[in-house]
């Protein structure tokens, strides 16, 4: 089958998923304190939806699935989904990111439905700024749940991503970097995106990955390790060979020129970059008979709209429509 391809010449080969929009914490760059309306259950992709679009997307030449919310690991039963996509032809990497404050419990039924990579969003080791960045205080659960995750060799690597925001993670720097050198995690710095439920980004409130990477190197040098053309992330290991830090520069240093994803709503919709102000309705054909080839062709003609560029750092951009936690991270 032809690949899918959008019309830059760029071959899609990964999917995000997102399988619900709720989420048990509330991240300041991401929710606000109170006051989102969740999605009804119905409105929510069935797996078995979820199956149909994968397996559609994958014999397209879509193998690279990662699930994520919300907070998946709040969607009932998510294991049974794993298990699902796990065994669909073509699915060649299933990943999951999740805030990990359910991790201890699903670390071993997630492993064994077939589940081989995670992602661990973790932006603070202090327990008293942990919980004023989360609204939450579940620091030594998401320990846990991490340590629930090494006991598995099967899943590596746990990449443990922070969210790096001007003012508040400089702080969190060393501490976090020590984490990558003692422990079996690639620690990754995300640049903070306008993505915010709150929709109070601003261009001054992105600490940038070059930065983080001077602070680390004020202790410990770094060296550059190879990455394929579509990865997201920088990769550096330190230079005495113990531990890896990744930065990933949406806002500083854009991928778009070899970005190969799109993003699956839990409500059916087709996004084409995160900051998207139009999606692609699939609930609809799902639902009222449509076959595998009529699906294709929705999705081959959404992915040939799919943006040049995100647009953050040109005058007049405009916000994505959703915030992080509606669209999926």
Same mark, same amino acid.
């Given at each position: 089958?032809?690949?899918?391809?959008?019309?830059?010449?760029?071959?899609?080969?990964? +999917?995000?998923?997102?399988?619900?929009?709720?989420?048990?914490?509330?991240?300041?760059?991401?929710?606000?304190?109170?006051?989102?309306?969740?999605?009804?259950?119905?409105?929510?992709?069935?797996?078995?939806?979820?199956?149909?679009?994968?397996?559609?997307?994958?014999?397209?030449? +879509?193998?690279?699935?990662?699930?994520?919310?919300?907070?998946?690991?709040?969607?009932?039963?998510?294991?049974?989904?794993?298990?699902?996509?796990?065994?669909?032809?073509?699915?060649?990497?299933?990943?999951?990111?999740?805030?990990? +404050?359910?991790?201890?419990?699903?670390?071993?039924?997630? +492993?064994?439905?077939?589940?081989?990579?995670?992602?661990?969003?973790?932006?603070?080791?202090?327990?008293?700024?942990?919980?004023?960045?989360?609204?939450?205080?579940?620091?030594?659960?998401?320990?846990?749940?991490?340590?629930?995750?090494?006991?598995?060799?099967?899943?590596?690597?746990?990449?443990?991503?922070?969210?790096?925001?001007?003012?508040?993670?400089?702080?969190?720097?060393?501490?976090?970097?020590?984490?990558?050198?003692?422990?079996?995690?690639?620690?990754?710095?995300?640049?903070?995106?306008?993505?915010?439920?709150?929709?109070?980004?601003?261009?001054?409130?992105?600490?940038?990955?070059?930065?983080?990477?001077?602070?680390?190197?004020?202790?410990?040098?770094?060296?550059?390790?190879?990455?394929?053309?579509?990865?997201?992330?920088?990769?550096?290991?330190?230079?005495?060979?113990?531990?890896?830090?990744?930065?990933?520069?949406?806002?500083?240093?854009?991928?778009?020129?070899?970005?190969?994803?799109?993003?699956?709503?839990?409500?059916?919709?087709?996004?084409?970059?995160?900051?998207?102000?139009?999606?692609?309705?699939?609930?609809?054909?799902?639902?009222?008979?449509?076959?595998?080839?009529?699906?294709?062709?929705?999705?081959?003609?959404?992915?040939?709209?799919?943006?040049?560029?995100?647009?953050?750092?040109?005058?007049?951009?405009?916000?994505?429509?959703?915030?992080?936690?509606?669209?999926?991270?």
């Amino acid at each position: 089958m032809e690949p899918l391809r959008d019309s830059w010449g760029r071959e899609i080969r990964s +999917v995000r998923v997102s399988v619900t929009d709720k989420c048990n914490f509330r991240c300041r760059y991401c929710m606000p304190a109170e006051g989102l309306e969740w999605l009804e259950r119905d409105e929510l992709l069935s797996f078995e939806e979820i199956e149909r679009l994968v397996r559609v997307l994958a014999s397209m030449g +879509v193998d690279e699935v990662r699930l994520t919310g919300g907070e998946p690991l709040v969607r009932r039963d998510l294991p049974v989904l794993v298990r699902m996509l796990a065994g669909t032809p073509g699915v060649r990497d299933l990943s999951l990111t999740t805030n990990g +404050v359910l991790l201890d419990r699903f670390a071993g039924p997630l +492993v064994e439905a077939g589940l081989r990579r995670l992602n661990v969003s973790l932006d603070s080791l202090s327990h008293v700024r942990f919980a004023e960045i989360t609204r939450r205080d579940a620091l030594d659960r998401v320990l846990a749940g991490l340590e629930a995750a090494e006991r598995h060799p099967e899943l590596r690597p746990i990449k443990v991503n922070c969210v790096a925001i001007r003012g508040f993670t400089e702080e969190e720097v060393p501490a976090l970097a020590e984490l990558a050198r003692r422990k079996p995690y690639v620690v990754r710095f995300i640049e903070f995106m306008p993505l915010d439920a709150d929709q109070a980004w601003k261009g001054d409130d992105v600490l940038t990955g070059g930065e983080i990477r001077a602070l680390i190197e004020e202790r410990w040098p770094l060296e550059e390790l190879p990455a394929k053309p579509s990865s997201t992330a920088r990769r550096f290991r330190f230079a005495d060979g113990a531990g890896e830090i990744g930065f990933v520069n949406p806002v500083s240093e854009p991928f778009c020129s070899t970005c190969d994803r799109i993003r699956l709503t839990a409500d059916g919709q087709l996004r084409t970059c995160l900051f998207s102000r139009r999606e692609w309705d699939l609930k609809s054909p799902l639902r009222d008979g449509s076959s595998d080839e009529r699906l294709e062709e929705l999705i081959r003609f959404a992915v040939a709209h799919k943006e040049l560029k995100h647009k953050i750092n040109d005058p007049g951009f405009v916000r994505a429509s959703r915030s992080m936690s509606q669209i999926g991270g």
